[in-house]
């Protein structure tokens, strides 16, 4: 029985795939992002499914109570095998343990697939350069003709095509208004979180008083909500909200980093250290963890360089070593580079380290710039490095696009107290750049839109 629309809505069609740039098996990168946003989506949506996207990597691989829900219960899933991901792979397992048919396999051309799921059942997607979908629109037909004949209930699970009488369990009497509510409750819960951080921190709390007790809120709407707490400057709600979490939720990599970033913006130094070095322990050199780290020295050496200025050198060139260990440890990853370069400015302009690695950070994001979805950390990155090199065309330009993608309030603050870190240093030399100033002002009126 083929399955049709819910009291008027679409059936569900639940996504199973990697978040955000990963590499691949050939040493280059995609963009799961993009795949979604540009591919899977759409196709869905044409399909005439409802998409629902999986955050499985946005909390760290931790699988609960929703996520099989989702798994199991929707009408259809799509899995992306590209990359080879374990968590994909075991979720796809379930799904194929309970689902005769309507899952549509995915991959970028991937050589990783197992015997067990052989090549001819994995629909193939071209990425061009920067990761993203080279034919959005001749795949995305392919992929809507797969997703109608799914509805053909023609089996495609390996489990059920090789064990002819297994029965599969009654998924239709399985499947309540409750799951649907619950999926979308999610999608709202998270669109709520969005428009109250333009609101603030005020508005952010307002949402997490209604979003009740917080062992019965979704992981992926608590690691937003963390999110959202951080964005508004709430880092004592950070905290908290990390402490009520369940065990494994606040064993991911994600919440450690955020705990220790929140720890040290209320004035916790040592246990940010301490947190971060501990997740460096347990998952090596990490350009997330590592930029981390190097806030916390340079925070340390903000805090005392008008008192002591040999310990202030020694924290200065701890936050170098750390920012420049987390872009080594990934060369896409130029924000620990840019802060690297721009501290290397302060300690010794021009000297030969920050001659060799700035052009490789300008490479880097000049990478990101050209993948055609690049936000207000891209360009105010390319901001720093041109006042780094006294470009002052570069830097105008690169501060028009960077006022322009203003999101936080936050975010130009940041970048205005970074010039003022390289105004002062400069001013010491007696080296002046009005032009610099300038926009360093700018950066520090600026507000998103309303």
Known sequence: MNAGTVMGRSPLCFVVMPFGTKRDAAGGTVDFDGVYERLLRPAAGEAGLEPLRADQ???????????????????????????????????LGVRHGVR???????????????????PDRVLPYRLDAEGLPAEPEQDRRRLVQALRAAREASVDSPVFQLIGDLSPPDIERLKTDLFRSSATYSAEAKALLASAREEGASAVRRVAADLGSIEDIEAGILVDLLRSYRATGAWEEMVSLVGEMTAPLRRTVLVREQYAFALNRTGRSGDAERALREVLDDQ??????LGLLGRVYKDRWEACRGSSALTACGYLDQAIDAYRSGFEADWRDAYPG??????MEIREPGGTSQQVLLPVVRYAIQRRIAGGRPDYWDHASKLELDVVARDREGALRAAGSALAAVREPWQPE?????????????????EEAGWADEIERELKTAAPAE
């Open 284 to 289: 090596g050199p990490r350009s997330e963890t």
């Open 338 to 343: 840019v802060n690297a370069v721009t501290l």
């Open 100 to 118: 005769p048919y309507s899952t549509v396999l995915v991959g970028a051309e991937t050589k990783l697939i197992p015997f067990d799921l052989a």
């Open 414 to 430: 940041t970048t205005a107290h970074n010039l003022s870190l390289i105004r002062e240093s400069r001013a010491q030399n007696d």
């Open 57 to 91: 990597e946005l909390i760290g691989g931790v699988i609960h109570k929703p996520m099989f829900e989702r798994l199991v219960l929707a009408d259809y899933a799509i899995a992306d095998l590209t990359t080879a991901n374990p968590n994909v792979f075991y979720e």
